[in-house]
């Protein structure tokens, strides 16, 4: 790789790694580490040695919970990189991740091809527009099998993937890679630290043209440049083909794929010359988008402009609240005043630290393009736009999932009360995904999470790190209300004449059913008997209606109302009066609709020995499961249905004792589904 780049922010990548749990990710993040210098020893997930695993939960379960970054420099460039969790519950994670990239690598294991929990993050990276290069792990596993890997990606991923390797040797005999770009040999030998570089060996210079001819023929059907030295040419040089993957992987019309085993740590150094030569600086990103009092502004990746920057996490450490920023325009520096446009006051930076997961090295500026960690700031939140005093913008923030599971939670002892409190704001302002609440019929404090290991793993926090003892009710899921059949014609009048002004507003409602998920509002009012501003107030009072449905309180979602006449007073009609109406209205009209119970529906993929398919199908059936697909690979069996999340409570200790232990699932939340009345009972 050319190491003389001519601009500072051409040479930095800003990266995620992301996968289905086990399939790799945390190990190819060593060995990047590793492969840079960053770290002098391998570190294992088994034993605990990992750099971006560095919480003790994280270290025990053998899982990645926090997103954690690190930088490390390859050929002269720097790479922010962060490792995020595999688990669904932590998919807000890497929601938080992705917002703030420019680029990714997906892992993928060679004998499981796409994963769940893969399609999942891969959607999350299409939905942000972040452009990806494949890696296909574990190639050195009993049943890898890199073609095979590629199709699931093809047929579950719907990208064009564009392979540019070809094994050397299969499972415990993969040794390397043919580079079908530069048509070499990279070969590792047990216990060498770099690959020798050769000749295409004899036995796979036949298959390894070929291959190259079908990825010439895929990029030039795809890149206009290449397209035209192909037909002159009828062949592709290196030099073209490079920068027509770079075009391809950036635009998103192709999806480089390359292939190693981590662990055994072969195939890292051509992904790091990948991610180098493909994913996009960030001088290659479009400018991001903000707006300041309803116009929209853009900032180019210009230190010299005015700072533009997105908190993305938020950590507590013992040394103090660290926040983790992108900066995406400007310069700061310590001690530098900055606009938080989201709390809409002035802080100032106490230190910039560069971050390698938990521990950091201090800078003295970071520039546009740059991730780094800041102390001093009291008021930032994940989603807080940080910004030049005299020239505000607001960024869009990540968004945040609503949560599916809650758990009531107390403190062992009365005089502990206070100090829950106060760790569950500070579990809550680390992880926006995790909700508190009071509820109003029990006093109970409920917390409120994107599933069991979600909450369980927030419990033991408050345990480890604050020495507090909590007791914690059974888990329960968060149900939702819609309407089934809807109302027209709801009149309402609200009238309030307590000496003084009062208020007056009449409005006419109709509720329908909307199809799929979400909140409508329409006005059909004519001839201006509703004013706008009165008619912006009635929307927002039927919002505030949809926070407790008339069957238990359950938040309302599926409906659209439309409102169809109203009147106004000349003296006390006010927009306040509207909205009171429109709250009170939207209440009694959903009364007289059919409403139905919703329940929060997984995606349930059960891995298990063939032996053991009936007993599961059967618990899963008993649990109100629909069994969608069925296959059997090598000597085990998929299953794949859609079960209420209710039902999935403890389902983990139950599969293993059904399956001796030999079998394993993963669980998607996939939205909400119609639930039985005896279900809504519990």
Not at 5 to 20: E, S
């Amino acid at each position: 790789m050319n190491a003389h780049v001519t601009d500072p922010l051409a040479a930095v990548r800003n990266l995620g790694i992301l996968a289905h749990v086990d399939a790799g990710k945390t190990t190819v993040t060593e060995r990047i580490l590793y492969a840079t210098g960053t770290t002098h020893k391998r570190g294992e997930v088994h034993d605990g040695t990992t750099v971006t695993d560095f919480d003790p939960q994280e270290r025990d379960r053998g899982i990645t919970i926090f997103a954690a970054a690190v930088s490390c420099a390859w050929e002269g460039h720097r790479l922010n990189l962060i490792d995020t969790p595999g688990h669904v519950d932590f998919a807000d994670e890497v929601e938080r991740s992705l917002r703030v990239l420019d680029g990714a690598v997906a892992v993928f294991d060679a004998v499981a091809g796409v994963e769940p929990q893969s399609e999942s993050v891969w959607r999350q990276a299409e939905r942000h527009g972040v452009p990806r290069i494949a890696f296909v792990n574990k190639l050195d596993r009993a049943g890898a099998d890199l073609d095979r890997a590629v199709a699931s990606i093809r047929e579950r991923l719907h990208p064009v993937p564009l392979v540019v390797q070809l094994p050397v040797g299969s499972e415990q005999d993969f040794t390397g890679v043919v580079d079908l770009v530069a048509m070499r040999a990279l070969l590792w030998s047990d216990g060498a630290e770099k690959a020798t570089e050769g000749p295409v060996p004899h036995a796979l210079h036949e298959e390894a043209v070929r291959r190259r001819r079908q990825l010439e023929e895929a990029v030039a059907e795809r890149h206009p440049a290449a397209l035209e030295e192909f037909c002159d040419r009828e062949t592709l040089s290196a030099a073209t083909l490079r920068a027509a993957l770079r075009d391809l992987t950036r635009s998103g019309d192709g999806v480089v794929v390359l292939c190693g085993s981590a662990y055994r740590n072969r195939g890292i150094e051509p992904l790091l010359d990948a991610v180098v030569a493909y994913l996009p600086s960030p001088l290659d990103v479009p400018p991001v988008r903000g707006e300041h009092e309803g116009t929209e502004r853009q900032r180019a990746a210009d230190p010299g402009a005015p700072l533009a920057a997105l908190a993305f996490k938020v950590q507590a450490t013992a040394t103090g609240r660290l926040t983790f920023l992108r900066l995406y325009s400007g310069t700061i520096e310590k001690g530098d005043a900055v606009w938080d446009a989201s709390a809409r006051r002035t802080e100032r930076i106490g230190r910039i630290l560069r971050v390698r997961a938990d521990r950091h090295a201090p800078l003295e500026r970071a520039v546009a393009g740059d991730i780094v960690a800041v102390v001093g700031l009291k008021s930032a939140r994940a989603g807080t736009t940080l910004c030049a005093p005299d020239d505000p913008i607001v960024l869009e923030p990540p968004g945040v999932a609503d949560p599916v599971v809650s758990v009531a939670v107390e403190a062992r002892t009365a005089k502990d009360t206070g100090r829950l409190a106060a760790a569950l704001a500070r579990l809550a302002e680390e992880d926006p995904s995790l909700r508190v609440r009071t509820d109003a019929e029990t006093g109970q404090t409920v917390l409120s999470g994107m599933g069991e290991l979600h909450l369980e793993v927030a419990v033991e926090k408050m345990r480890r790190e604050l020495d507090l003892e909590v007791n914690v009710g059974r888990p329960k899921v968060s149900y939702r209300e819609t309407v089934l059949r809807g109302v027209s014609g709801v009149v309402f009048r609200h009238v309030k004449q307590d000496g003084g002004a009062g208020q007056f507003a009449h409005v006419v409602l109709d509720v329908e059913p909307l199809p799929g998920p979400g909140f409508e509002f329409r006005s059909a009012v004519v001839g201006g008997r509703v004013p706008p501003e009165y008619v912006r107030a009635v929307e927002a009072g039927c919002r505030d209606a949809l926070a407790a449905g008339p069957l238990g309180g359950h938040q309302v979602t599926g409906l659209r109302v439309t409102l169809t006449d109203g009147a106004t007073h000349v003296k006390d009609s006010s927009e306040q009066a509207f909205r009171t109406a429109g709250r009170l209205g939207l209440r009694e009209a959903l009364r007289g609709c059919a409403m139905v119970l919703l329940e929060p529906v997984a995606e349930v993929t059960v891995s298990v020995p063939e032996d053991a398919v009936g007993p599961v199908l059967g618990d899963l059936t008993a649990r109100r499961g629909r069994v969608t697909d069925s296959v059997t690979r090598a000597g085990s069996a998929l299953v794949t249905a859609t079960v209420p999340l209710a039902e999935l409570f403890g389902y983990s200790t139950r599969l293993r004792s059904r399956t001796q232990g030999r079998g394993t699932f993963t669980a998607r939340p996939t939205g909400y589904a119609q639930a039985p009345e005896a279900a809504a009972a519990r």
